[in-house]
């Protein structure tokens, strides 16, 4: 069987796989993909053994760490990092989401404090599958459709 690359190689950076096609440019927007300097490239409805169809982005030049990567995991659960050095792949990490989010989410509810004030938001991760976020503050809990990434 041929194998083909359905998106070109990166000498050095980062791929991001196995993300639903349908959050192809949240994934974009959270990691604000479109304002740095670095080639992006990008694939949505290829074929997937696992997913049935899947997204791919691949940044030259970026290594995800902290912060970025709990994002991808908020919108992305299921997605792979691939680090690419020298056009091969050096690492492979399958994303998780943490026990706790802080400073990530915004609170879905307006009553909440955390959206009338300079507080940090912290929510303790109840679910991973579907997502529920349960704030420390309002104990609302915010559901994977209401997640909206400050």
Known sequence: MD?????SAIKDGTVIDHIPSN???DVINILQLFKGDEMITFGTNLDSKRMGKKAIIKVENRFF???EIDKIALIAPHAKLNTIKNYQVVE???VEIPEQIISIVKCFNPK???NHESITTHFDVISENPIELKC????KITTEKEVRIR
Do not use: D, N, P, Y
Request: hydrophobic content about 35%; aromatic content about 10%.
């Open 3 to 7: 194998k083909e690359l359905q998106v």
């Open 23 to 25: 959050r192809l440019f």
């Open 65 to 67: 760490q902290g912060e």
């Open 92 to 94: 492979k990490r399958v």
């Open 112 to 114: 909440c404090i955390t």
């Open 136 to 139: 420390r503050f309002c104990e």
